[in-house]
């Protein structure tokens, strides 16, 4: 193969990833979570509807855990492992970890501002906001 069309199809590759990062799906969003203990991005704002997916980048372990006293009170609660409070989730780190090349997904039908932790990192200040609007 020579250079010119190694380089075309080596930016074909790279474009096509980084577009894939910023929506996931026709009606969702990506949010990342690194090994830097981050959420990229930390802050998303989202319509009503909209379903957000987050992807572990990195190689270690994390969780999506919503503040359960930092989310609209009529929202539903949302926690990778499944938990229906941050109290069940917090009780049982292990059950919400999402592996590296693993992700979580959650639909938004409640406008308003989503704060949320990754709980094992959430000392290193791993946090993130979901900002729905109407």
Known sequence: MNRRRLLRLGGAALFGGLTGCSAGGRDGRRVAMTDDFDYEPARLTVATGTTVRWENAGAIAHTV???????PADADYFASGGFGS????RADLRGGLIGGGEGYEHAFGTPGTYDYVCLPHEGSGMTGTVVVQP
């Open 86 to 89: 941050e109290r069940a989730a």
């Open 65 to 71: 855990t919503a503040d359960g006293d930092g989310i």
